[in-house]
């Protein structure tokens, strides 16, 4: 179980390793052949991932940036399968206004703090704390402890050779192009407020490091302690980030780089890895879980979650899956059932009273809504602007090639409102099908300009289909039907290579149009993945 210890916060009370975790392989092998596991082990959007282990279960979360609720909370018992359980937050940080980064879930005594970050109102990006009783929450926000000039982020606790708790965080003066800078500064014995002054622990002064040094992960391990960090662009199309490590004998330094830094880049199947943490299984394994964008869906599905092993060398440096990048495929943690393919999809019919995890919003819109006797009946909040979308509910794509469809009740001819279906990057950029005033309207969103593309009679009945396919993330074709088994398509297949934010992918949404308190009723929605090809 990992333990904010004299051997790092998260690390766990004891982090040697047998000798055999010094060998490519580790430890030796099963009689039989482990199972394999296939990345992304976490499927969808879900960048800068933080884990722990709390007796033989594993917990996560990772960023949600623009997207509410705040930093998902995901479980697992074998590091390979994942469901989500809820969030953070289930509603936004009172304190900030947005950009909710690099959640860190660590484990002190018999509490649970989850170190964030968030943009102050009318402030700099700032590093907050929230604490909980058990791992799933709830979590009690206890706001921001520093919030830097030029923003403060990437928040990891640890402990120093002397037992002592510390925050290391980045300094984001690459966002002033100042170089950036790794701090570290005491904590409180309840980790939740700093004291003393900061140190610093190094900053970008490599070509591979680019402009950034971020991400920063400590492992103790024997007389070292180990930094993982990451360097250069994290995100977007023209992304070049890469991991790194450094070691030292002490926490404050003199930290050296590995001079085979990036330790893990690049390869054919993925790019950009990267922002990870990392967690030691029951066995004395130690694996890291980061990011990285498949090379098929991109910046369209997002940075995704990927696993792989950490071994130790006799040099006592790490490498991870011996220097040739993220793995597709690789042995399962000892255990683990092997990873399967049928979670891209999913399916929710609304049933029972509460919404399914996975449900995202606008996080400085977030509607009104309730399940209610086989329907989700979402709705626009008095006070928010009068828009063109009163209310937006979304799931994060997990392929770049899929169908995703709803039932819904079409509203009524006079009723001044429209419900649909669309692809949406966020409130500046989507595409969409809605259904409203007897009409069928295809529309897009583009950088905040609405378009109406066409518009055309709308099937006849108080029950209507739509659907939205997508090939390569990027084109999609709307359609609509009365059955849910045939279709008839509407306009042409668009293009929406502007879709994804920068450090975001693309969701599938439903749509909710009219005044601010417009409301529509919605049966089921599903979203199933093309096969993939063979």
Known sequence: MKRFSNSGWRAGATLALAACLAMPGGPAAAADAPAEYTNPVIPGDHPDPSIIRVGKD????????????????????????????????????????????????????????????????????????????????????????????????????????????????????????????????????????????????????????????????????????????????????????????????HLL???????????LAGSAQWRCPGHGSIVNDPQGRYWLLYHAYATTGTVFTGREALLDEVVFGADDWPSINRGRGPSTHAPAPAGAVAKQQDDRGFHDDFSGTELKPGWEWPQDREPSYRVDAGRLVLAGVAGQPTNTLAAVMARATRSADYTATVQLDAPAANAGTAAGLAAWGDGANGLGLAVGGGKLTLWRRDKAKPAQITQVDAPAGGTVWLRVSARGGSRYQFAVGTDGEHWQSVGQELSGPGLPPWDRGVRIALTVAGAPTAEARFQRFDFVPAPAAK
């Open 58 to 249: 594993y917990w996560a979360t990772a960023t949600s940036s623009e997207w509410g609720p705040e930093f998902p909370l995901l479980h697992s018992t074998d590091l390979v399968n994942w469901e989500q359980t809820g969030s953070v937050f289930p509603h936004r940080p009172f304190w900030a206004v947005g950009n909710f980064w690099a959640p860190e879930i660590s484990q002190f005594k018999n509490r649970f703090l989850v170190y964030y970050v968030g943009r102050a109102k009318n402030g700099p990006l700032s590093v907050a704390v929230a604490v909980a009783d058990k791992p799933e929450g709830p979590y009690i926000d206890h706001g921001p402890l520093v919030a830097q000039a030029a923003g403060s982020i990437d928040p990891v606790p640890t402990r120093d050779e002397k037992g002592n708790p510390w925050l290391i965080w980045k300094e984001d003066g690459n966002s002033v192009k100042r170089p950036t800078i790794l701090w570290a500064q005491p904590l409180n014995e309840t980790g939740t407020k700093l004291k003393d002054s900061p140190h610093e622990l190094f900053h970008n002064d490599t070509d591979w490091e680019g402009a950034v040094v971020e991400g920063p992960f400590v492992v103790r391990r024997g007389d070292w302690f180990y930094l993982f960090y990451s360097g250069a662009g994290c995100c977007g199309p023209g992304c070049n980030y890469a991991l790194g490590v450094a070691r030292s004998h």
């Open 253 to 263: 330094g003199p930290w050296e780089k590995n001079p085979a830094n990036p330790i």
